[in-house]
């Protein structure tokens, strides 16, 4: 059953039905065609000039009063209540916006009432909709047949289309009912091409003969559109987006690193050798006005308002200013646009080369000189060089330029002329460009795209990359939202004007549009499958750019047909859409586009650390050694947000990672040199989650008077030199060794005590445990700690391709049989298990597939026949699956043991009564003998002294490490 009511289409289609058969009967008639429609009338701006020619200043600044008084007073008014609302405004709006989405107090929050109006009225939306542009259309057709005009009749096709395309596009919102939207979407299309191709000669007309609008009403249309794009792109950029991208991260830190701070990035050398033009355009803002990720945000902004200036100006040379305008005003308020343009990522400096460009292509063709050409060549070449997305800008301006000179009446010789300057520089750029293209193909993976299939593969992928436009977008870096890449208002305009640009190629400005459009949007998205929003966004201007031209014609249709009776209502109409569709883009953008939480965890770090960033302070970020967690990931974001706070020299010796159970025990003084520590304290990694926690509380019980301040993801704690002198506990670590005459060493850390208790358990079943990451890695394996968590002892070992097998010796006391338990963890289901090997008999664990993937499984195997004295357990793994697709197993534990119903996880030592030792005095270190029957023991020792001692996680008494004693007979 249909959500959207089919009977509210009815007076669309007694429309297109009505139009069809008048257009039959006109033919029939032949009903009259009107002339061509051209711009006669004078700009009432330069006959109010030229009246006002020749006059002193104060007698044109009355006449100027006297003419446009009313205009002055409405201007007035609004211009007041403007001000009153911004001076008054609830400080929900006017105070510091919200870190998160669609909270009290984002800018435009105000308009979720009307958004949540639409969401949970959408059908009922649509409906009224569909009801009110069908009989709107409808209309048209009975004043076109009253009329008896064809190029009313045009404009009722056009009208009756664009409800038609609307409907299409309710249809598509909810993903409810796409087979219908794509229905109506492709008869709304056939009309398109039946009405543009009628109206060839007009559109023409409307393209090319230039509009007449007066200096200065152009340079304050200008000027409001460069206004609107500022705002939307400068507003709250410190504050919104309050996260911090990844790959933004990355691409500033490594821009700063080598273009101020001169260290070594290998990863920024390579960035910055294959594609160097971002580290240009960033690196000067960040000398001039300091090194920040707000300084990069600004550099993004700063040139995407320039390009949006100069999308305006390119248009401008290829068609009428009212549809450049109209163009820019669109590509101002664009979400997606406004989103890109807000992150410091290499992707969002891509907008600013195919504009510049081709509006320097467009003057080079008027201008017919070889170094016009050049200079627009040096714009492609350093777009090239910017990132791979540009890339298709190469074929855009070879195919326009080759079209554009082959127009032009010149000799052979002139047009390879022009042609060579323009791609001269891109060629001297090929060192620099061929290799990151090999590298990149690699990256896109097009080998692993389903080619096998042959070209039916394009068709899935090219759907996907419609929906991304109509639908829904795939989760991107640039542009994260539930919806369309545009604004679901717009397209049924842009499809309107890619029918229009396609039924009418040879106008310049058509094929120069197409050419951009098509061959960023389809060819790399559809080839690669990556119908993402980055991927497309060198060509999102020639988007906005149809969506104008749609709108425009539509407007010079219906102002026709209207008259000038109507046309006030029209404008107003008009001007309500090009007021209200920004504000609602920039309720979408603030208030909808996702900020990932990942985002925001890198900024708290880097804020948290960079507020006590200080010569006299050392910043603590205890983690998980090599772990995959955010203190050891964000390095670049912590030292960027310190520049400016302590000097460069002193910036890698303000903070340090320091491991979990190392933390306490240094405390107070084992650190540094430094009188005050900040310790930043993890409370989302989910890793080690019960000593993060411990080690919170055991801070706060050493050292009570120290600050703790809260944040969201992090917290921090505050330990000044007068607080850290007089900690309420010490942390120390006890360490035993024994010999074999049963001789104990015994040491601790930091105090004295007079006595230590000895804690021991016997084996009570046969069995040798190994931790695997404690044996000497062969080739091709590794200890590891990150990657997985909840592992046991000191980490685990992983393989990679082509590893040796792990050797272990051990020796059997009898001939019997064995077991062999394995701890391990896969990540993908594959036909390439661990084997295990004894004797030559084989068997194999880590089998995992489905539910026990991604998780430790225990695995037993065996029996093994293993006869007395010496024998070996090999661990390896031969690898049948495709290379590409390898993924490291994780081996974690193994047991060997001869009784069949062993259980990995009891406790298989039968505790013996404690030993307490008594010293002569306060000791820190010792040694006591054993007097142990023959066995296999686990002991480990525990100590108190005078003042408070606790462990490495606030726990008493203090317990050392574990060891493993063997008394043989």
């Excluded at 091409?193 to 559109?203: E, T």
């Excluded at 997305?389 to 195919?399: F, M, N």
């Excluded at 965890?601 to 507020?611: F, G, K, P, Q, V």
């Excluded at 002569?920 to 002294?945: H, R, T, W």
Aim: proline share 6%.
């Amino acid at each position: 059953m249909l959500s959207l009511p089919f009977w509210s289409l009815i007076p669309t289609f007694v429309a297109l039905i009505g139009t069809i058969g008048l257009f039959v009967l006109a033919q029939r008639h032949k009903w009259a065609e009107p002339l061509l429609e051209t711009e006669s009338a004078p700009s009432v701006e330069k006959t109010a000039e030229s009246e006002s020619t020749g006059q002193d200043f104060k007698s044109r600044l009355a006449f100027f009063i006297a003419q446009y008084r009313w205009e002055i007073l409405l201007a007035g008014v609004t211009l007041s209540l403007a001000i009153f609302l911004f001076l008054f405004a609830p400080a929900q709006i006017t105070g510091r916006p919200q870190i998160n989405p669609l909270e009290p107090g984002r800018p435009f929050f105000f308009l979720h009432w009307q958004r949540n109006v639409l969401n949970i009225f959408y059908y009922e939306a649509a409906t009224i909709s569909n009801l009110l542009t069908g009989l709107l259309a409808l209309a048209l057709v009975i004043t076109a047949m009253v009329r008896r005009s064809r190029s009313d009749l045009r404009t009722a096709l056009l009208w009756t289309m664009l409800s038609l395309a609307a409907a299409a596009q309710w249809c598509l919102g909810r993903g409810t009912e796409v087979g219908l939207g794509v229905i109506f979407y492709l008869i709304a299309g056939i009309g398109f091409f039946v009405w543009a191709r009628m109206a060839n000669r007009q559109i023409a007309a409307n393209l090319n003969q230039p509009v007449k609008i007066g200096r200065n009403l152009e340079i304050m249309l200008v000027i409001a559109m460069v206004a609107l794009a500022s705002f939307g792109r400068l507003f709250e950029l410190q504050t919104i987006p309050y996260g911090i991208e990844g790959d933004e991260a990355k691409w500033t830190g490594e821009v700063v690193w080598l273009g101020v701070r001169g260290l070594v990035d290998f990863s920024g050398l390579y960035h910055r050798d294959a594609l160097p033009t971002s580290f240009f355009m960033q690196t000067p803002f960040h000398k001039l006005f300091g090194s920040s990720i707000f300084i990069a945000r600004f550099e993004v902004a700063f040139f995407s308002i320039l390009a949006t200036f100069l999308f305006y100006l390119l248009l401008r040379r290829i068609t009428n200013i009212p549809l450049a305008l109209l163009s820019a005003w669109l590509l101002s308020a664009s979400i997606f646009d406004i989103s890109a343009s807000r992150l410091a990522n290499v992707e969002s400096h891509v907008k600013l080369w195919p504009i510049l460009t081709l509006m320097l292509l467009a003057w080079a063709i008027q201008a017919r000189r070889w170094p016009a050409y050049a200079i627009s060549g040096i714009a492609l070449a350093l777009g090239l060089l910017t990132y791979d997305t540009v890339w298709p800008l190469l074929l855009v301006a070879t195919i326009i330029c080759i079209i554009e000179i082959g127009r032009q009446d010149i000799d052979l010789a002139e047009k390879v002329r022009f042609a060579t300057a323009l791609l001269a520089p891109s060629i001297f750029a090929l060192p620099i460009l061929v290799p990151y293209l090999v590298s990149r193909l690699s990256y896109y993976e097009f080998s692993g795209k389903g080619w096998e299939a042959g070209l039916s593969t394009l068709w899935p992928y090219f759907v996907n990359v419609i929906e991304s436009w109509y639908i829904f977008t795939s989760p991107d870096f640039l542009y994260n939202r539930a919806g369309p890449l545009v604004n679901g208002f717009l397209l049924p305009w842009i499809t309107l004007g890619f029918v229009t640009a396609l039924a009418t190629i040879r106008q310049r400005f058509s094929y120069w549009t197409l050419i951009w459009l098509v061959l960023f949007i389809f060819p790399v998205p559809i080839a690669a499958h990556t119908p993402l929003g980055r991927v497309y966004y060198a060509g999102l201007p020639a988007v906005y750019a149809l969506a104008a031209l749609g709108l425009f014609l539509f407007a010079r249709e219906s102002l026709r047909t209207l008259r000038q009776t109507l046309q006030p209502l029209f404008f107003t109409f008009a001007l309500t859409v090009l007021i209200w569709l920004p504000l609602f883009n920039f309720y979408i953008y603030f208030n909808e586009v996702d900020d990932g939480e990942d985002r925001q965890i890198r900024r708290e770090i880097a804020e948290m650390t960079s507020s006590v960033a200080d010569p006299n302070t050392l910043i603590i970020l205890p983690s998980a050694p090599h772990g995959n967690e955010p203190l050891n990931n964000e390095y670049q974001m912590i030292e960027l947000f310190m520049m400016g706070k302590v000097s460069a020299e002193q910036i890698h010796d303000s903070y340090m990672n320091v491991a979990l159970d190392d933390l306490l025990p240094a405390l107070p003084h084992g650190l540094t040199d430094r009188p005050n520590l900040e310790i930043i304290l993890d409370k989302i990694t989910t890793s080690d989650r019960e000593k993060r926690d411990a080690l919170a509380k055991a801070l706060q019980r050493c050292y009570p008077d120290g600050a703790l301040t809260e944040g969201y993801f992090f917290d921090r704690f505050s330990i000044p030199a007068s607080v850290l002198a007089k900690p309420a506990c010490l942390s120390a670590s006890l360490n035993i060794e024994i010999n074999p005459n049963q001789r104990v060493t015994w040491s601790l850390s930091q105090s004295t005590v007079t006595s230590l208790s000895l804690h021991c358990g016997v084996q009570s079943v046969d069995h040798i445990l190994l931790e695997a990451e404690t044996l000497p890695p062969p080739p091709g394996w590794q200890a590891e700690t990150a990657f997985a968590t909840d592992w046991n002892g000191g980490g685990f070992m992983l393989d990679n391709y082509s590893s040796v097998p792990i050797d272990f010796e051990f020796e059997a006391s009898t001939p019997e049989q064995i077991y062999v338990w394995t701890r391990t963890l896969k990540r993908v289901a594959d036909n390439s298990p661990l084997q295990l090997k004894i004797n030559e008999q084989v068997e194999t664990v880590s089998n995992a597939v489905d539910e026990d993937l991604n998780k430790w499984i225990w695995e037993r195997v065996g029996p093994f026949d293993v006869p007395a004295g010496q024998n070996k357990l090999t661990i390896g793994r031969t690898y049948v699956d495709d290379p590409l697709g390898f993924m490291a197993i994780f081996l974690d534990t193994f047991i060997i043991t001869p009784d069949e119903n062993f259980l990995p996880e009891q406790n298989q030592y039968l505790p013996l009564p404690v030993k307490n030792f008594r010293f002569d005095g306060e000791k820190n270190q010792g040694q006591f003998m054993l007097n142990l029957e023959p066995g296999i023991y686990q002991c480990y020792a525990s100590v108190d002294g005078k003042q408070k001692l606790v462990d490495n996680y606030g726990n008493d008494p203090i317990k050392s490490n574990v060891i493993l004693i063997e008394i043989k007979p």
